[in-house]
Structure formats: C-alpha cells, structure tokens
C-alpha cells in the first residue's frame, strides 16, 4: 500500500453549501464539504485499508463478469434461519451514518461500498434497486478520495440534457423522492491518471420476513 499525506496534498475538498438540482422528477441534492477535510483523509485511509474488498460478478448476458470495480456490503444483522450472517456496519461506518441520517432525518439499515481503483474502474449506467420493491428508493452517497464525475439522465425523456456533478472528496449526495424511478446514474470510466475513489450508498433495504 502506497503512503499516503507525507508531503503533499492528494484530495482537495469542494466547496461550502447546500445544492439542490432542478430536475424534472428528480429530488437530487448535494454538499460538497459535508465532512471536513481531517475527516474525509482519515475515513479515505481507513476503509482504504481495513476493507474486506471483493470483486462484483455482475450477470451481463448470458456470462458473468467481474464488474470494474470492488464491493463491500454492510446491514444491521437480522435473525434468521436458513440465511447467511450479514457483516454487520463497523464503528467507523455507524459513524458516518450517524451523520447522514442527522441530515436527512432518515433512517438506512444497508451500506454498499465501491472501490474505483483507477480510472479503469466505473459504473454503468443503471438505477438503484434492492431485492425489495420500493419505488421511490432514497440513495445517500458519500465520497472519499479521487474527484469522479457522477452523471445523470433521465430514462424517458431523451431531450433532457445529462448532468455531470463532480463528487468531491467528502461529498454527500442525496437522491430521494422519483429520482430513482425516472434517472438513471453513472460513473464513467475516465482515461486520466486517478488516483483510488470510495463511494459509499446508505440504503433501505426490506427484508421479506
Ligand atoms: O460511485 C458512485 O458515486 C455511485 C455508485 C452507484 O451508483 C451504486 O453503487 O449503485
Ligand atoms: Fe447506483
């Protein structure tokens, strides 16, 4: 693992404020420093290191492939019989939930972590679902380490221009209300030299009992 903040400053922050996006069916809203700039190294570093990273065999076609980038996935365990233990959040992610849902005043059970080692690594365009129907699902992201461009279009009306909303280091995006079901959302693969990125989805999710 290289050493990271000797002499130099790797990840700037953005800027102050609350941003609310116009978008026709959309609830998109997003703070460029919600974590300071102390917190966003120590939080980058650290799940950096200390997470259990895993490659996403995602279904493409009739094969499954690798996806272009490492997961990890977190909820608070639930008893049941007949199912996998899940891995539950550790402090530092209870931590950072804490202060999302101080924010939203909204409650996440889930956690799914993303690793963009480089540029190579991305995501495709997609919108968010869980084993569950929730049609207005609400997405909290937060963003740790390299600037990538989040973009969004809408999954009907393709007059409607993409938006590109660079993520910063320290970064809190909401996606609530329709978003979910009327966009769709990437993160696009990039040909300049990139240093790691990590993402982080607190969800919903409902377990059918
Ligand atoms: O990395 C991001 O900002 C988005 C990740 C994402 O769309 C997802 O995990 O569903
Ligand atoms: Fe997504």
Request: glycine fraction near 4%; aromatic fraction near 12%; charge should be neutral.
């Amino acid at each position: 693992m290289m050493t990271l903040f000797e002499d130099t400053e790797l990840f700037m922050s953005g800027n102050r404020g609350t941003k609310t996006f116009d978008l026709p069916d959309a609830d998109v809203m997003l703070i460029d420093t919600f974590f300071t700039k102390e917190e966003s190294d120590y939080y980058y570093t650290t799940l950096l290191e200390q997470t259990r990273w895993h490659t996403y065999e995602m279904p493409m076609y009739e094969k499954v492939v690798a996806a272009p980038r490492m997961v990890s996935w977190f909820e608070d365990s639930v008893q049941k019989k007949d199912k996998a233990p899940t891995i539950s959040l550790t402090p530092d992610l209870c931590a950072i939930r804490q202060r999302v849902e101080t924010e939203t005043q909204i409650k996440f059970n889930a956690v799914l972590l993303n690793l963009y080692r480089d540029g190579n690594d991305g995501v495709s365009w997609h919108s968010d679902k869980t084993a569950t129907v929730n049609k207005n699902m609400i997405i909290a992201s937060v963003t740790f380490g390299e600037t990538r461009m989040f973009r969004l279009r809408h999954k009907f009306r393709k007059e409607l221009q993409q938006v590109e909303i660079p993520l910063y280091h320290g970064s809190f995006l909401l996606m609530a209300g329709t978003t979910n079901s009327f966009w769709e959302h990437q993160v696009p693969k990039t040909a300049r030299k990139v240093l790691p990125r990590i993402n982080l989805t607190f969800r919903q999710v409902h377990r059918e009992e």
